[in-house]
């Protein structure tokens, strides 16, 4: 079992940058996919980004491309999103995923653990 551990979400005003880590304990995510999901209040559920395991192949969403990049270290075995020129249409719930069959397609090949989120607030 994965447990997926998010951090640095809090409030930064709009234009600025925020990078999230997320860090896996229990087992590591050895040979798998992570990325990045987020909730808006109202909204459904957005897959964003996701990174293979050897950061060979990334996926990021049209709403993000250019502004947010994934990264890993697999030696600490901790994800990081730097997000960039923040938006208040950023705001969420961000949590941290993992995907066994290492695809970075997870809105096709679905999400094996879950984290329990972080809150980013983009003030206008």
């Known amino acids: 079992q994965v447990q997926l551990v998010e951090s640095g979400g809090g409030l930064v005003q709009a234009g600025g940058s925020l990078r999230l880590s997320c860090a896996a304990s229990g087992r590591t995510f050895s040979g798998y996919a992570v990325g990045w999901f987020r909730q808006a209040p109202g909204k459904e559920r957005q897959f964003i980004t996701a990174?293979?395991?050897?950061?060979?192949?990334?996926y990021y969403a049209d709403s993000v491309k250019g502004r947010f990049t994934i990264s890993r270290d697999n030696a600490k075995n901790t994800v990081y999103l730097q997000m960039n020129s923040l938006k208040p249409e950023d705001t969420a719930v961000y949590y941290c995923v993992a995907n066994r069959r290492n695809k970075e397609t997870m809105q096709y090949y679905g999400v094996d653990y879950w984290g329990k989120g972080t809150l980013v607030t983009v003030s206008s």
């Open positions: 990174i293979t395991w050897s950061g060979g192949n990334t």
